[in-house]
T-cell receptor, first 117, second 112 residues
C-alpha cells in the first residue's frame, strides 16, 4: 500500500508559467518531506525539503507547501524553465521514529514535468 | 567531493550468472540503501542498512542479497539473476535513517 502518492504521472507547462506538482501521503507520523529531481541517466538529486513544523519553504524558484490537515504537499516552480524538465519524486519520512520502519524515506512514483518554450 | 559511487553504470548479463553491483560513499553516512526504478513504479527499496553489520529487507528484497562489512561499502548481490530483475538500480546513503538521501548515478542492468 503506497504511503506517498503522486497522482499525476505527467505535467506539461509553458516556459515562464508556474508548475505545480502535487503529492499526498497517508501516514500521520511523517514529519519530514522532500522533493527530488531526476534527469534521464542520472541519479535523483535533492531539491527542497520541509519539516512538519512549517507550512512553507522557499528556495529561489522552488517553493514547497505543506498542508498537514489534508496530508498534502505541493511543489511550485516559478517561473518554469526548459531545464526544469525532469521527473520529480516526492518523499516522506518519520524522523522522530528512528529505529522504526518510518525511519526511511518513502517515495511517490514520480511526475514527469515537461516545460516547453 | 562528497559522493555515492556505484559501479558498473551498465551491465548486461545472462540468467543465472551471479553478479555484484558495488556502492561506496565517502560521507561517513550511517544509513545506506538500494532502490530499483521501473517505469510507472517509481523508486522501490530493495534492502537497507542502518549501520555496519545491520541490514534489513525493503519492499522488494526477493532475489537480492546485501552486506555491510564496512561503513562506506554496501554491495548488491544477485546470486541468480532473472529477466524480471532487469531494471535501473540506485544506491543511496544518508547521515541517519529518514534524512536526506544522496544517490549514486545508477546502474542499468539487463538480464537476458
Amino acid at each position: 500500500d503506497q504511503q506517498v502518492k503522486q497522482n499525476s504521472p505527467s505535467l506539461s507547462v509553458q516556459e515562464g508559467r508556474i508548475s505545480i506538482l502535487n503529492c499526498d501521503y497517508t501516514n500521520s507520523m511523517f514529519d519530514y518531506f522532500l522533493w527530488y529531481k531526476k534527469y534521464p541517466a542520472e541519479g535523483p538529486t535533492f531539491l527542497i525539503s520541509i519539516s512538519s513544523i512549517k507550512d512553507k519553504n522557499e528556495d529561489g524558484r522552488f517553493t514547497v507547501f505543506l498542508n498537514k490537515s489534508a496530508k498534502h504537499l505541493s511543489l511550485h516552480i516559478v517561473p518554469s524553465q526548459p531545464g526544469d524538465s525532469a521527473v520529480y519524486f516526492c518523499a516522506a519520512s518519520g524522523r522522530g521514529t528512528r529505529g522504526s520502519t518510518l525511519g526511511r524515506l518513502y517515495f511517490g512514483r514520480g511526475t514527469q514535468l515537461t516545460v516547453w518554450p | 567531493e562528497a559522493q555515492v559511487t556505484q559501479n558498473p553504470r551498465y551491465l548486461i548479463t545472462v540468467t543465472g550468472k551471479k553478479l555484484t553491483v558495488t556502492c561506496s560513499q565517502n560521507m561517513n553516512h550511517e544509513y545506506m540503501s538500494w532502490y530499483r526504478q521501473d517505469p510507472g513504479l517509481g523508486l522501490r527499496q530493495i534492502y537497507y542498512s542502518m549501520n555496519v553489520e545491520v541490514t534489513d529487507k525493503g519492499d522488494v528484497p526477493e532475489g537480492y542479497k546485501v552486506s555491510r562489512k564496512e561503513k562506506r561499502n554496501f554491495p548488491l548481490i544477485l546470486e541468480s539473476p532473472s529477466p524480471n530483475q532487469t531494471s535501473l538500480y540506485f544506491c543511496a546513503s544518508s547521515l541517519r535513517p529518514g534524512e536526506k538521501l544522496f544517490f549514486g548515478s545508477g546502474t542499468q542492468l539487463s538480464v537476458l
